[in-house]
């Protein structure tokens, strides 16, 4: 199935000014018709959603990019590949115990202005 890019941003939730600079950044490759209309194939909306999930987890448009690098190798670099993934995972568990310890701060100042307010009601 082909689909514009209105259509495209619409299933993904994205903007065409986003699919157009994830396109110019080289992250996308949608086919053109012969006017140079994009349009994007269930193929390139799965890859939309792996872009939506690298950068929504921190990885920057660089690393992106040289993860699909990676890709278009094949075979031959998936050692390559498995130890971007295994460095950005590391990363993101690193940047949840430290969501964990800023969670555990506002909880205990939520306990506070609660013990705060039912002293204040007695």
Same mark, same amino acid.
């Given at each position: 199935?082909? #689909?514009? @890019? ?14 157009? #600079? #994830? ?15 994009? #349009?994007?194939?269930?193929? %390139? ?15 920057? @448009? ?17 050692? %390559?590949? +498995? ?8 990363? @993101? +568990?690193?940047? $949840?115990?430290? +969501? ?6 506002? %909880?205990?100042? @939520? ?5 705060? $307010? ?5």
């Amino acid at each position: 199935m082909y #689909y514009s @890019i209105s259509e495209a941003a619409k299933k993904t939730n994205l903007t065409a000014f986003t699919l157009r #600079y #994830y396109d110019k950044e080289g992250l996308l490759s949608p086919g053109r018709t012969e006017k140079g209309i994009r #349009y994007f194939t269930d193929t %390139d909306l799965s890859r939309i959603e792996t872009v939506r999930c690298l950068k929504n987890t921190g990885m920057t @448009i660089r690393e992106i990019r040289h993860f699909f690098d990676l890709c278009s190798l094949g075979e031959e670099s998936l050692s %390559d590949q +498995l130890e971007l993934f295994l460095q950005h995972r590391a990363k @993101i +568990l690193n940047e $949840l115990q430290v +969501l964990q310890q800023h969670l555990q701060q506002v %909880d205990e100042q @939520i306990s506070w202005f609660h013990a705060a $307010l039912a002293a204040k009601s007695r």
